[in-house]
T-cell receptor, first 110, second 115 residues
Framework: QKEVEQDPGPLSVPEGAIVSLNCTYS??????FMWYRQYSRKGPELLMY????GNKEDGRFTAQVDKSSKYISLFIRDSQPSDSATYLC??????????FGQGTRLTINP | GAVVSQHPSWVICKSGTSVKIECRSL??????MFWYRQFPKQSLMLMAT?????????EQGVEKDKFLINHASLTLSTLTVTSAHPEDSSFYIC???????????FGSGTRLTVV
């Protein structure tokens, strides 16, 4: 079993829809949770960074962490074609290395 | 925000030659740098972790004699792929972690093609 599980998709939704992306994990010691967006042939770009449980909102993006269920989510409101990319969840324990999910390929159709 | 510069963005080399990839933190001191490899449609695979002034720590299965990592200063780390072979063709990405433990500092990646 992988430490971090993420559905690779692909996921295709119409423009304007709300997108829900999720990851589950097995290591209860994870404390820091990140969501990255990666365009083709580019490095990952940090979207959201959350410590411990709770919600965090930044513009059209909302990240949720439920440590009791070992489940994290990223919601994208009013999705745009420019949001089409691969979304990677990642997490770490303290100062340890990042552990990435497989990434979900998302396409927003105009 | 913090900027990490990775160079070159792409390189083609002949089999048997060596290739050096640079990763620079432009406006902060990177206590730790990470090197990843990414195959098409797959996630990032950590190759090694380097701390300034000390030897890199390699992940299991990564050949340290083939992938040489140098972190001689707080702003520069290099990855050298030695005696490259076609199976080394991949997308290599670095990231730099500063004192605030932020994780947003990834390079733009280097696409290596070995022919």
């Amino acid at each position: 079993q992988k430490e971090v599980e993420q559905d690779p998709g692909p996921l295709s939704v119409p423009e304007g829809a709300i997108v829900s992306l999720n990851c589950t994990y097995s290591n209860s010691a994870f404390q820091y949770f990140m969501w990255y967006r990666q365009y083709s042939r580019k490095g990952p770009e940090l979207l959201m960074y959350t410590y411990s449980s709770g919600n965090k909102e930044d513009g059209r993006f909302t990240a949720q962490v439920d440590k009791s269920s070992k489940y994290i989510s990223l919601f994208i409101r009013d999705s745009q074609p420019s949001d089409s990319a691969t979304y990677l969840c990642a997490m770490r324990e303290g100062a340890q290395k990042l552990v990435f999910g497989q990434g979900t390929r998302l396409t927003i159709n105009p | 925000g913090a900027v990490v510069s990775q160079h070159p963005s792409w390189v083609i080399c002949k089999s048997g030659t060596s290739v050096k990839i640079e990763c620079r933190s432009l406006d902060f001191q990177a206590t730790t740098m990470f090197w990843y490899r990414q195959f098409p449609k797959q996630s990032l695979m950590l190759m090694a972790t380097s701390n300034e002034g000390s030897k890199a720590t390699y992940e299991q299965g990564v050949e340290k004699d083939k992938f040489l990592i140098n972190h001689a200063s707080l702003t520069l780390s290099t990855l050298t792929v030695t005696s490259a072979h076609p199976e080394d063709s991949s997308f290599y990405i670095c990231s730099a972690r500063g004192g605030d433990m932020s994780e947003g500092n990834f390079g733009s990646g280097t696409r290596l093609t070995v022919v």
